[in-house]
């Protein structure tokens, strides 16, 4: 079966904090995808970030950085200095490798609110 | 703009009524996707399109649901005699073969919000 858990529904934070977003996933494939994306209250899915299960290398984008460890199974996103802009649901997705299987795999997601 | 579109963005109808959505996707991407989300959720497959090819379909998707790409470009959704559990936000989403290690990457469209009252 495959799965992902974001633990954490909500998340309240004052403006410049650091924040991390837990999300742990479970699949039997060797090979899959995970990602990050960010759900504004336009309702809009804006991609984040894409990470292949065989690459855990960590990644920074500006303010932005995921952490990935195949050996616990984790997809953790950190944003810091956060922004009121920053506001929005953040979902993790998991997907698996080739194939017609196509379908992306997704967390409930972690409401995050950044007040001024 | 080249992202992908959706149309209506909004729907309010009656239930028992039919309503059809559209997706226009990004125009070199020939996989298409159709997801569902309701409040407080992440969004739920639906079905997939690989150019008019429709490959992959959920269970989540009643006879009352169907789903076209007649030309591999846009696609509609359809639900016939709709009911109250069928209110949530219609995503549709593109993505496009890319040759290399796990490139693809599914880009949303800003969704149909249904209100079936």
């Known amino acids: 079966a495959q799965k992902v858990t974001q633990a954490q529904t909500e998340i309240s934070v004052v403006e410049k904090e650091d924040v991390t977003l837990d999300c742990v996933y479970e699949t039997r494939d060797t090979t899959y995808y995970l990602f990050w994306y960010k759900q504004p209250p336009s309702g809009e899915l804006v991609f984040l970030i894409r990470?292949?299960?065989?690459d855990e290398q960590n990644e920074i984008s500006g303010r932005y950085s995921w952490n990935f460890q195949k050996s616990t199974s984790s997809f953790n996103f950190t944003i810091t200095a956060s922004q009121v802009v920053d506001s929005a649901v953040y979902f993790c997705a998991l997907a698996p490798w080739g194939g017609n299987n196509r379908k992306l795999i997704w967390g409930l997601g972690t409401s995050l609110a950044v007040n001024p | 703009d080249t992202g992908v579109s959706q149309n209506p963005r909004h729907k309010i109808t009656k239930r028992g009524q039919n309503v059809t959505f559209r997706c226009d996707p990004i125009s070199e991407h020939n996989r298409l996707y159709w997801y569902r989300q309701t409040l407080g959720q992440g969004p739920e497959f639906l079905t997939y399109?690989?150019?008019?090819?429709?490959?992959?379909k959920s269970r989540l998707l009643s006879d009352r649901f169907s789903a076209e790409r007649p030309k591999g470009s846009f696609s509609t959704l359809e639900i016939q005699r709709t009911e109250q559990g069928d209110s949530a936000m219609y995503l549709c989403a593109s993505s496009s073969p890319v040759v290399g290690l796990g490139k693809e990457t599914q880009y949303f469209g800003p969704g149909t919000r249904l209100l079936v009252l």
């Open positions: 990470r292949n299960s065989f």
């Open positions: 399109f690989q150019n008019e090819a429709q490959l992959e």
